[in-house]
């Protein structure tokens, strides 16, 4: 059995330079907080946040076969499984709902 090549290191010529976060001081009676100084940025999306995420394990063909399904139509894999689960759940007479309603405004379509 050949071994593999160790892997090549890039550390000598990489440099990582910490900056200590500095608060501004803006007149404001209201001080930044330490973690919105550490994290900028969004954080968590309020749909996850108001969500129960679920898994679901698809066999690759069908996972592709629904995809390419998706990008000809111009929609999203999410809501095609969902609509999926609305119509089986009414067959069934199960109420929902389902869909967790987005807290922003919708995205623009591309095309």
């Not at 069908?62 to 999410?78: C, D, N, Q, S």
């Amino acid at each position: 059995m050949s071994r593999r090549p160790a892997p090549v290191s890039y550390a000598a010529s990489l440099t990582v330079e910490q900056q200590q976060p500095v608060a501004v001081t803006t007149g404001s009676p209201r001080a930044p907080q330490l973690a919105e100084i550490l994290q900028p940025g969004r954080g968590r999306r309020p749909l996850e946040d108001a969500a129960d995420p679920s898994v679901l394990y698809l066999h690759p063909a069908g996972k592709k076969a629904l995809r390419l399904y998706a990008i000809e139509r111009g929609v999203k894999v999410h809501d095609l499984l969902i609509e999926a689960v609305e119509a089986w759940a009414a067959e069934r007479g199960l109420a929902g709902p389902w869909r967790v309603p987005s807290a922003g405004p919708p995205r623009r379509q591309r095309g």
